[in-house]
């Protein structure tokens, strides 16, 4: 559902300032919609989960925060020394906001 607004870097410098920030504004408007959307969907899922007798349960920050620590000692460490580059990808993956 999240569709990303791509340009390369020889494109962007060619556009004028008031077309990046255009640009950039349209970016930002869809990013707050596709969020709002995709935490809608993330309600419906939960909603089917629980229609149909599964328990739903949510994590706190700091439940999440020790589930990290957990998977950064066990499948992150086991990605990046079975895949390729998997340390990188890692890190781009959680270098993402």
């Keep these: ?13 060619e556009l004028d300032e008031s077309q990046q920030q255009a640009l950039t504004e349209a970016g930002q408007a869809a990013e ?16 089917v989960f629980e229609e ?3 328990e739903v349960v949510s994590m706190s920050e700091e439940d999440y925060n020790a589930w ?18 998997g340390q990188a ?3 781009a993956a959680l270098a993402v906001d």
């Design 89 to 91: 990808l890692i890190d």
């Design 1 to 13: 559902m999240y569709e990303p607004i791509l340009i390369s870097e020889q494109s962007w410098q």
């Design 32 to 47: 707050e919609f596709f969020a709002e959307k995709a935490a809608g969907l993330d309600q419906q899922m939960v909603d």
């Design 68 to 85: 990290l620590e957990v998977a950064k000692q066990s499948a992150y460490q086991n990605f990046a020394e079975d895949v390729p580059d």
């Design 52 to 54: 149909n007798g599964v």
